[in-house]
């Protein structure tokens, strides 16, 4: 399996980084909770099972001792037996008597009590008698020769509610800490994250700007011989694209500017020949005709390329504009009349950009509704959103869904346009409505009418600035 298929693969940079930081400081802090707590606990119960042994030897050699006399008195004897953090005692003897101030043979685990009178050792044994927690210690004792008693055993019962109780409070303090850890790893996660992915960010805001047309836009040196590569790396690229595009910008520019010499020339003579049409032939007037038409498209051109030079290259105003005053003058200054409907939320609208190209994106619009669908039916201003859309509507062949991006590109055509053989079209509108709404932050698109109607429907999008 592809490390692209796996499901953390899928999760944002800055989540891995904080989950990374936070698995290990979790990790960290589990592996030292449980050997903490293990090493502890042990530490612990040993310390006191020894003490407790000693303890308990002690006292039965006590018993031992008492056992030279003829009838000793057991109950006297425990009584005077030293107690070890309240641990008590019970001696069995042969005929199954026990002796105890405060133990019923019940309170013995059975195992411990049958160890013991099968073997001459010491045993020993943790349990739990009503829910608390004991160490039980055995002992078969070997009675003088003047005894009359044989089989004596003796027990002693430590409780161990101390240790646990310590130990309870200890596992609290250490799950606490290892909380604590853990919100210390994702601080540092979080801190980490921001570190790493700020030259990231900052390469992000860099082509950003660069796509909206700031092409003098670089990385600020950077100190990090790791990072040094990378910043100089994006600004050589920069520098050599905008140094590309300007060279590309300037050329169509210079070429734009000398064809509009000949063009002159071409228009002036043409406008003589017009006035005195009606002396020539009909052949020779139908290809005055032809050539006033290709000199047109050829002037369309021209200015065409020379709005996509200064596109390119140009700077672009950034001022307040008024989206629904924008579209009512460019529909006043238009032939025709055009419905315009504005919804109430997109209403004094404002976006930020230059208010020449944005009206050059509404005529383009326009222009080409015109040409190539039968006319705009509709033009809308709605709101979606932090974008506002401005839409135009035409009952035209519309745009199949192979070419909807196609159209955008420059020097493309549309089916509709080439079916129509439209004369003075050379598929720069449409590029050059795409190029002003990307280099204001937004985008371009061609659907279809809305309840399937026939035609179609060019979107603009543009990022709000505000409301006035």
Do not use: C
Request: net charge negative.
């Amino acid at each position: 399996m592809s490390s692209r298929g796996l499901p953390w693969r899928r999760l944002p940079l800055r989540t891995r980084v904080i989950g990374a930081f936070t698995l290990g400081a979790a990790i960290a802090a589990l592996v030292l909770v449980v050997i903490t707590y293990g090493l502890s606990r042990q530490s612990m119960l040993q310390q006191r099972e020894e003490s407790s042994e000693r303890q308990f030897f002690a006292n039965a050699r006590q018993v031992q001792s008492s056992l030279r006399a003829e009838d000793p008195d057991f109950t006297q004897l425990l009584e005077s037996l030293p107690s070890l953090s309240g641990s008590r005692s019970i001696v069995r003897t042969g005929d199954e008597t026990w002796t105890s101030l405060s133990l019923t043979p019940n309170d013995l685990p059975p195992p411990l009590v049958s160890s013991v009178l099968e073997s001459s050792q010491a045993k020993t044994m943790r349990y739990r008698l009503d829910d608390q927690p004991f160490l039980a210690f055995g002992l078969q004792l070997r009675p003088s020769n003047a005894s009359a008693l044989q089989g004596v055993a003796y027990f002693e019962l430590v409780p161990l509610a101390e240790v646990e109780s310590t130990l309870e409070s200890l596992a609290l303090i250490l799950l606490v800490g290892g909380a604590l850890t853990v919100l210390v790893g994702v601080g540092i996660g979080l801190w980490a994250s921001g570190g790493l992915l700020r030259p990231l960010t900052d390469i992000s805001d860099a082509a950003t700007s660069i796509a909206h047309g700031r092409f003098d836009t670089r990385l600020e040196e950077v100190s990090d011989p790791d990072l040094d590569a990378l910043v100089s790396s994006f600004n050589e690229m920069a520098a050599a694209m905008e140094t590309r595009i300007t060279r590309d910008a300037r050329f169509s520019s210079d070429v734009s500017h000398e064809l509009r010499s000949p063009l002159m020339t071409l228009r002036a003579s043409i406008d003589v020949m017009q006035h005195r049409r009606e002396e020539l032939p009909e052949r020779t007037q139908q290809a005055l005709d032809l050539l006033n038409d290709e000199v047109v498209r050829f002037e369309h051109l021209v200015q065409d390329l020379l709005d996509l030079s200064r596109s390119d290259s140009g700077p672009m105003e950034n001022d307040l504009v008024n989206i629904e005053e924008l579209v009512k003058a460019t529909l006043a200054s238009s032939e025709g009349t055009i419905p315009l409907e504005v919804s109430g939320s997109a209403e004094g609208a404002l976006v930020m950009g230059d208010k020449r190209r944005l009206a050059q994106v509404l005529d383009n619009l326009l222009r080409n509704a015109e040409k190539y669908g039968d006319g705009p039916t509709r033009l809308t201003i709605s709101s979606s959103g932090r974008n506002i859309e401005i839409a135009v509507e035409d009952s035209g062949p519309g745009v199949a869904p192979s070419e909807r991006e196609l159209i955008f590109e420059r020097f493309t055509r549309g089916a509709a346009a080439r079916k129509r053989g439209a004369g003075d079209g050379a598929g720069l509108g449409l590029a050059l409505v795409d190029e002003h709404a990307r280099r204001h932050g937004g985008t371009a698109r061609v659907e279809g009418k809305p309840n399937g109607d026939i035609g179609a429907r060019f979107v603009v999008t543009l990022p709000k600035a505000g409301r006035r």
